[in-house]
Each structure stands twice: as structure tokens, then as C-alpha cells.
């Protein structure tokens, strides 16, 4: 028994399995662009999903609610106020409605997207960021930092900006001498890390502007590579062999001089995109052209990362999008969600992890990062760190009002859109309007008192609407604890008879 414990690894991720959604659950009829850039082309977030689309004159991305599906009209609304293709896309980490986009005119610029969706085009931002002199491709959001967002472009200058005021904080002119790949940060936002096509690696401090370690010759291949900062400091990146196989290398940030771990998977082209899940320390690779998605698992034992399994479809991907885990199914043990871009379609494909009760899974899900950012704009630059600040998924997560929701909404003039009144509104028109938007929920809950005394004053003796929600969570559970009593019981009466038939020799 112990050889068999020695050669067979302990992990409750072992038997992660990949599941496409049924056709009816996918968007169909998306014209996913066809931009030559290597990234992502998706973001996804618990409320919406955004993605590239082609555009004829300018640069557009859809954003529809996470809960449509079937056939997207070619007249649906967009957001298209770039005047040349966008190619990437960010939702903002603590506020779901503010996404970010980067394009081929120079520009990057900060839009709000109502709770209901778009209603009609989308063409005036809450804010544009103009710093780089050619196409900008990379953006990233600080961690733990609200409204701080990090831009690169093949001018090979990294911008760091406060999106609150639209004022340029830092910029790394002398960083990189080539184009840059990817950008990453590490969990509590202090350093980057970044990979160029001088294909060295290096670790940045972007508030000195200072590079901390570089580490010459990551990957030996000319193709793009990438990097990301995993949660206990190290960083994972990809890319090719001299022979030109596809690699997946572990490096330790305080020994640069040899990778903890190379692995080589096999000789396609496809750049390898890694999509990393910090509470569960796993690393999921998509290929783009591929028709696999591969997940691994990095742990401290050697060899550091273990190869779990792989997704296989028939159809290539032509970019992917990673819901962040606020969003996924607790009560189906979804560990993670990607949406698959096909030509014309977008399929949602859930990680599960196979388990026989239906209580909640502590182990599967410790508390992750939430809305609430943990520093302000202003006490990041001043330098302060801070990790974020985690909620439980127990029960499904549910968002708290926000103490900073309105800040980066208040010192940008949000302009509504050119459609006119069918259009998106401002966050002032949002937070006037007598339709139940979250500002006003998030209002009435602060102050419950008023709306208790209004019922008792009208004679109406219904509980509460937030009362009933849990009291039907906590009839549920209770009745799925009766159930499986019951099958326990009936399993021991079973038991039982076979012992007396045994102790009377019938068997």
C-alpha cells in the first residue's frame, strides 16, 4: 500500500474534468476578429462577456450579459469608439461594469457598461489614455490598488496609469529595448514581470522605474512567449525550444540562474496563453489555433508542476476568456469557467471537480479575491502594498456594497452615448432613476430601516425579501441533508438484514 501511495500523487485536483456546454447555452453568429495579435480577444467577468469582434472602419468589442445565449443579432449594440481595431480587453478587478480596452490608434479608453447590458451603441468613454506613439496591446489591472492600470505598446514603453483622474503616473521608456509580450503582476502589486522579444525575462518595480532581476534567454525560440507571476512569488512562462517545441518553464524569483521546472509538449504554432487560478495554484495553457486546452497543477514538490489533463474539441480556438472564480458554479464544483472563441461562436467549457455530495466544498474553494480593493489609487503611489482583500464563496458569493464604487465614476465626466436617451446613461442618471439598479439596491440596503417601517405602516406582514432568500437557502440545504439521512438509514437496514442472514447461515 505505501508503494502505491509513493507512486500515484495526492491531489484533489487530479480528476479536474472539462465539459463543453450544450449548444443552446452558447452564443452563436459572433464575428470574432481576425486581428493578427496574439491575445486573448475575451474578458469575462461575473456579469458580462466581452469580445472582439470584426469591425469595418474602426475598432468594436460586444459586451452582452453572462447569462444570454443563443444568436447575437448583427444589429446588436456595441462599444465602438475606437477608431482603429481594439486588441485587448480588461475588466476592472473591483468594479464589474468598468472594462478597459486598447487598440491600434494609440489609444486606451475606460467605459462603463450599464446593469442590463448595452441598449444601444456604445461611442463615448468615461475616459481616454493617451500616452503611447504606436499600437497599444497589453493592459493590466492592479491587483489590490482601485483604478490603477498598467498599458504596453510596440512603442516598448510600460505606462502605468491612475484611471480616477486620468493622470500618467509612470512611465518605463528604457525598460525594454525590443517588443513586449506580456505583462504581469505579482499578488500584491509591487513588482511586474514581463517578457520581451529579446526573450529575457525581467522583474520590474514600476514605481522606481527600477529592474530588479533580468534573466537573459527564457526560451531559446524566436516565437512569442509569455509570463505570469504566480501567488507564492514565482513566475511560470511559455514558449519554444530551439527546435521550435512548444515549453512550459518554472522560475524561482530568487535564483534566476536555472528554471525549476521545463516541460515540452509538442511542435505546433499556436502561442500558449496561461490562464493562472491562484486558489487553486493551477495553470491552464490554450494553444490559439489549438483544439486542446491543457491544465497543470504547480506544487512544491518536485517536479514543482504536474500535468493534470487535457480538454479536447474539434474545433481551433481562436482566443479564450477566464471567468474570474466570483463567478463560477460553487454548487456544481466548477473550479473554472473558460468561453472558447470559435470562428463565429463562443462556448462556455467548465472545470469540475467530480465529488458525490452537494454541500458546499470548503477545500475546493478558500476565499478568494474580492470587489473591495484593498488600497486607493493615492496610497499605492505614496507606496503602500497591501494583499487583497479575500471573501468567502460559501453559499455562492454575493457582492457587498462597495465603499469606492462611485470613485473612479466621480472624477471622470462619464459622457452618455451619441444614440441618445435609449443609450447607456451616466452614474449620476443610473443612480436617479427609479429602475432597481444596484446603486439603488446597494442604497436600500444600507438603510433597511425606512422600508421595514413602511411595510409595518401599511398593514403588509411580509418578511423581507432578504429573509425569504434565506430561508429558502437554509430549507434547501436541510432538505438535502434529509436525503441523504435517509439513504444512510436505508443502506444500514440493508446492511443489517445481509449480517442476520449471515449469523443464520442462509448465505
Keep these: 500500500m505505501s508503494f502505491r501511495r509513493g507512486v500515484v500523487r495526492q491531489s484533489k485536483f487530479r480528476h479536474v474534468f472539462a465539459q463543453a456546454w450544450r449548444a443552446e447555452h452558447c452564443l452563436d453568429d459572433v464575428r470574432v476578429s481576425r486581428v493578427t495579435w496574439d491575445g486573448p480577444l475575451c474578458a469575462v467577468n461575473p456579469k458580462f462577456v466581452a469580445v472582439i469582434i470584426e469591425a469595418g472602419g474602426g475598432g468594436a468589442f460586444l459586451v452582452v450579459p453572462i447569462s444570454k445565449s443563443g444568436r447575437i443579432d448583427q444589429s446588436s449594440p456595441t462599444v465602438c469608439g475606437h477608431a482603429a481595431p481594439v486588441l485587448d480587453i480588461q475588466w476592472c478587478p473591483h468594479d464589474d461594469n468598468i472594462i478597459a480596452s486598447a487598440s491600434e490608434d494609440c489609444t486606451v479608453k475606460v467605459w462603463q457598461i450599464p446593469d442590463g447590458g448595452l441598449t444601444s451603441p456604445m461611442t463615448e468613454p468615461m475616459m481616454t489614455l493617451e500616452g503611447h506613439s504606436k499600437r497599444v496591446g497589453i493592459l493590466a489591472w492592479h491587483p489590490c490598488a482601485f483604478n490603477i492600470l498598467l498599458t504596453a505598446g510596440c512603442d516598448n514603453v510600460v505606462c502605468v496609469w491612475n484611471v480616477g483622474t486620468g493622470e500618467l503616473v509612470y512611465q518605463l521608456f528604457d525598460a525594454h529595448p525590443d517588443l513586449i509580450y506580456s505583462v504581469s503582476w505579482n499578488k500584491d502589486g509591487s513588482a511586474v514581470c514581463t517578457v520581451c522579444k529579446d526573450k529575457a525575462l525581467r522583474i520590474i518595480d514600476p514605481r522606481r522605474g527600477a529592474i530588479l532581476k533580468v534573466r537573459e534567454k527564457v526560451h531559446d525560440g524566436t516565437r512569442p512567449m509569455r509570463a505570469v507571476f504566480l501567488a507564492d512569488g514565482k513566475i511560470l512562462t511559455t514558449g519554444f ?67 493534470l489533463s487535457l480538454y479536447s474539441s474539434k474545433e481551433p480556438q481562436r482566443g479564450a476568456g477566464f471567468l474570474c472564480k466570483r463567478g463560477v458554479d460553487v454548487n456544481k464544483c466548477e473550479i473554472a469557467r473558460f468561453y472558447k472563441l470559435h470562428e463565429r461562436k463562443v462556448e462556455p467549457i467548465s472545470m469540475t471537480v467530480p465529488r458525490k455530495s452537494d454541500l458546499f466544498q470548503g477545500d475546493l474553494y478558500p476565499d478568494t479575491a474580492g470587489l473591495e480593493p484593498a488600497l486607493l489609487a493615492d496610497e499605492w503611489i505614496a507606496g503602500q502594498d497591501a494583499p487583497p482583500l479575500l471573501v468567502s464563496l460559501s453559499g455562492g458569493y454575493a457582492a457587498p456594497p462597495s465603499k469606492h464604487r462611485d470613485t473612479l465614476r466621480s472624477k471622470p465626466k462619464p459622457s452618455s452615448q451619441d444614440s441618445g436617451a435609449g443609450g447607456a ?83
Aim: net charge negative.
Design 425 to 507: 446613461t451616466t452614474a449620476a442618471t443610473v443612480a436617479a432613476s427609479p429602475t432597481p439598479t444596484s446603486a439603488t439596491k446597494e442604497a436600500e440596503e444600507e438603510t433597511p430601516q425606512p422600508r421595514v417601517t413602511a411595510r409595518e405602516s401599511d398593514g403588509n406582514t411580509e418578511r423581507p425579501r432578504r429573509e425569504d432568500e434565506m430561508l429558502s437557502e437554509l430549507l434547501a440545504e436541510m432538505k438535502a441533508l434529509r436525503a441523504v439521512v435517509l439513504a444512510q438509514n436505508q443502506r444500514i437496514e440493508l446492511l443489517e438484514r445481509q449480517l442476520t442472514r449471515i449469523e443464520d447461515g442462509d448465505v
Design 241 to 307: 525550444s530551439r527546435m521550435s517545441e512548444r515549453q512550459l518553464a518554472l522560475w524561482d524569483t530568487k535564483d534566476l540562474s536555472e528554471p525549476m521546472a521545463v516541460q515540452e509538449m509538442d511542435t505546433s504554432n499556436g502561442v500558449l496563453l496561461p490562464f493562472y487560478d491562484p486558489d487553486t495554484n493551477m495553470v491552464y495553457l490554450c494553444g490559439k489555433g489549438d483544439c486542446t486546452i491543457r491544465y497543470f497543477e504547480v506544487t512544491d514538490e518536485s517536479p514543482y508542476v504536474h500535468f
